[in-house]
């Protein structure tokens, strides 16, 4: 179960806390896919009465309601009942994870499910020693090393100031025996400094029934770093990235400097493609081998292998660069097919069209896709020139093999293999300058002329 129904009060957000964005997908769906890639039989999600999450959840994880933020017992109380209501095994292991934790990886949950298994314990806690523990619950152990209980230090009156010297801490993460969680949940109490039903009592109750709890110690600390302000959370996207960057580096993917890369979490890049410095690279986008991107920002949009792009493009949604293509600098594309071997070099604007293989358009080359109401699409063929400076006004067709003149205003279709020009023709005014320059004749002289 992934408790996601808090407040985040600590965000200052409209927004709640577990929809903030972490690295181009909703927070809460990290430790989501961390449960069901560890295996998880049955993935429940928390959320608060208005079911914001609902809508990003994949298919088959449920969403249970807490009907009010009363506290991460309250919400463990919720999944529960959503749990039972439909038959499920009363007896197997529940782990509890976060939706505030994000980076927890299926290997620590499985690991930390092995040695729930092995030590036969009623919980087995993850816990984490950190330089700077504050904010977090500290893990308080008796003069043997076992497990006592944990104090929580989010609002004073909890923890003494010894425990808050403790720098061994919860992580949020549990694994419980499913009939000794069943058994505790309804003696949670909300007598403590916050008023609410803390998870971590469970913890206690299962002790005082004379079940044991255990801490398993979680080495890589990164992986458990929960977010509950956006200092925090900038803390772990960054944590994030660098996996993210690491996983591209080890498939074959030059990032010259990583520092300098935005790489979301979904983004594919195939071997050999050269990601440079200050570029972002978003949501859904695909980017296939041997492809060269500098200084760019491309979201949702797909590149086929050898592409190259920028400096200084915006590729949008929805445009496919096909094998060989390039866009260039100041060039942004939304939409658009753009065809094999096709070059968009300089300082152009295409949207909602279709460009042929090997077409080129030159500097300034603007689609007018949109009349005010409706977009239109542009359809060009292949092997097309349309020189500089031209606009298509969609919607147009510009047959294979045609040319158009610069300058151009292209807004009727261009027939294959001919020449559209549609511009105002140009008259020189011979002797211009020097009539301009002739000094101007005497106030009250006549005969004078302007021309
Ligand atoms: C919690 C633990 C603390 C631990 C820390 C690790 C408690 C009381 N404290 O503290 O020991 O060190 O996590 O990150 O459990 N939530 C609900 N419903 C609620 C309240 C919270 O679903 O009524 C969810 C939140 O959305 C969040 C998670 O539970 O994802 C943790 O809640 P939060 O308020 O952030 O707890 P912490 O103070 O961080
Ligand atoms: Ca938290």
Redesign the pocket.
Known sequence: MI??????TRMRSRTP??LHELCGIPMVLWPVRAALAAGAGQVVV?DSPERALQSVLPEGVRLAV?PR???????VVAAVAQLDSTGADGSAPVVVL????PLVSAETIAELVHAHEANGAGATMASTVLDDPS???RVVRDEHGAVEC?V?T?AAGDATPAQLRIRE????IYVFAGDALREVLPRLSADNAQG?L???QALDLIRADGGTVAAHEVSDQRLVL?V?DRAALAQVRGLAQEAIHARHMAAGVSIVDPCATVIDVEVEIGQDTTIEPFTTIRGNTRIGEGCVVRHSYLIDCVLQDGVTVGPFAYLRPGSVLRDGAKAGTFVEIKNSDIGAGAKIPHLSYIGDADVGAHTNLGASTITANYDGRNKHRTTIGKHVRSSVHVSFVAPVTVGDDAYTGAGSVIHEDVPPGALGIARARQTNKEGYAARRDAPSPEPGSSGAQSS
């Open positions: 408790l996601a129904a808090g407040r985040g806390k577990v928390v807490q933020s009363n506290g991460t017992g309250g919400a976060s939706g505030d934790v904010g977090y619950g944990v929580e989010k801490v919860n992580t949020g609410e803390y998870l971590p929960g509950n």
